[in-house]
C-alpha cells in the first residue's frame, strides 16, 4: 500500500522560501515509470500543478513558477521536496505531492498526499 505524505511550516513569512517534504512509504520513488508531483489549491480556487520529478531524477515546471521553484529528492529516505522562493500571500494555498505513470497518455494522478495547508503572512 503506497502513501505519500506531506510536513513543513504551515506558516511562512513572505519573500521567503517554503519547503516541504513528501515522504512516500510502501513503495519506491525510483520505480520505473513514475512521476512525482507537486500541486496546489489556493482557497477558492482550482488546482495548480507546479511541477514534477520523474522516476530518473529529471523535473519539469510550471512555465510561470519555473524561476522560483525547485523539486528534488532523496532516494535514501524515499522522500521529495518542494522548495519555493520569494514567496507572497498568493502562494498560500494547500500543497499536496501526487503520482503519476509517465507512461499513461494523460497524466492522470491516482495517488494523493493528503495535503498540508501552507499561509504566507506576516
Known amino acids: 500500500q503506497v502513501q505519500l505524505r506531506e510536513s513543513g511550516p504551515g506558516l511562512v513569512l513572505p519573500s521567503q522560501t517554503l519547503s516541504l517534504t513528501c515522504t512516500v512509504s510502501g513503495g519506491s520513488i525510483t520505480a520505473s515509470s513514475h512521476y512525482w508531483a507537486w500541486i496546489r489549491q489556493p482557497p477558492g480556487k482550482g488546482l495548480e500543478w507546479i511541477g514534477h520529478?520523474?522516476?530518473?531524477?529529471?523535473?519539469a515546471y510550471k512555465s510561470s513558477l519555473k524561476s522560483r521553484a525547485a523539486i528534488s529528492r532523496d532516494t535514501s529516505n524515499n522522500q521529495l521536496f518542494l522548495e519555493l522562493n520569494s514567496v507572497t500571500p498568493e502562494d498560500s494555498a494547500v500543497y499536496f505531492c501526487?503520482?503519476?505513470?509517465?507512461?499513461?497518455?494523460?497524466?492522470?494522478?491516482?495517488?494523493w498526499g493528503q495535503g498540508t495547508q501552507v499561509t504566507v503572512s506576516s
Open positions: 501526487a503520482r503519476t505513470d509517465g507512461t499513461w497518455s494523460q497524466y492522470i494522478y491516482d495517488l
Open positions: 520529478i520523474t522516476y530518473t531524477g529529471n523535473t
